[in-house]
């Protein structure tokens, strides 16, 4: 089936630095989504993004993060600084469309990130 | 906001029977009901799609979906040993790219 890729599979960083997570998205999807997972927890909704934007986000969506996807390279997500609390995997997932029948999501093998 | 819960947490059946796992959540509008599978250390794949009250097959994967009885349930048949895996439930609500996850059910098939 469609692939989402994510690199890198794991990054440990010291608190306070910055790290960037990428994601190459299925090829002619257009909408594209941040995850993260807790070990233990569930997995919870971050972002999306569509035509350049963010379009919808949550709370764990901190000051801190941002997202861009650069003339339809990588789809990204910074962290800057990174605290404690932001250790966990974060999922990229991508989406040709919204609805019922275009809005699968395909999610990646996921990124996690150790923050020490 | 939507409450998605699994049960059992883990299930153990042996090769061959009947696994069937089950998902509520609490907001009765929602519309998309998916249930996925995360293999230790890998990503999400997805097994089967539902959006109306009934049932929807895909291979050895059904969904059951009550929305009256907000619940919906996975019934895997003939489930092997390589089906051994953490299975997720997602539900959409008013925005069908915002899923609402549960814990997970961790199944474990026995030779």
């Known amino acids: 089936g469609p692939k989402v890729l994510q690199i890198p599979s794991h990054q440990i960083i010291d608190m306070g630095q910055m790290v960037t997570l990428n994601c190459d998205p299925v090829s002619n999807h257009l909408y594209f989504y941040w995850y993260k997972q807790i070990l233990g927890q569930q997995m919870e909704f971050l972002v999306n993004?569509?035509?350049?934007?963010?379009?919808?986000k949550s709370k764990l969506f901190k000051d801190q993060f941002s997202v861009e996807r650069p003339d339809g390279s990588y789809f990204t997500l910074k962290i800057q600084p990174t605290a404690l609390e932001d250790s966990a995997v974060y999922f990229c997932?991508?989406?040709?469309?919204?609805?019922?029948?275009?809005?699968?999501?395909?999610f990646g093998e996921g990124s996690k990130l150790t923050v020490l | 906001q939507q409450k998605v819960q699994q049960s059992p947490e883990s299930l153990t059946v042996s090769e061959g029977a009947m696994a069937s796992l089950n998902c509520t959540f609490s907001d009765g509008t929602s519309n998309n009901f998916r249930w996925y599978r995360q293999h230790s250390a890998k990503g999400l794949e997805v097994l089967v799609s539902i959006f109306s009250d009934g049932e929807k097959e895909e291979g050895r994967f059904t969904a059951h979906l009550n929305r009256a009885n907000l619940h919906v349930s996975l019934h895997i048949r003939e489930p092997q040993p390589s089906d051994s895996a953490v299975y997720l439930c997602a539900v959409c609500g008013g925005s069908n790219y915002k899923l609402t996850f549960g814990k997970g059910t961790l199944l474990t098939v026995t030779p």
């Open positions: 993004f569509y035509n350049g934007k963010v379009m919808e």
């Open positions: 997932a991508s989406s040709h469309g919204t609805g019922s029948n275009t809005g699968q999501l395909y």
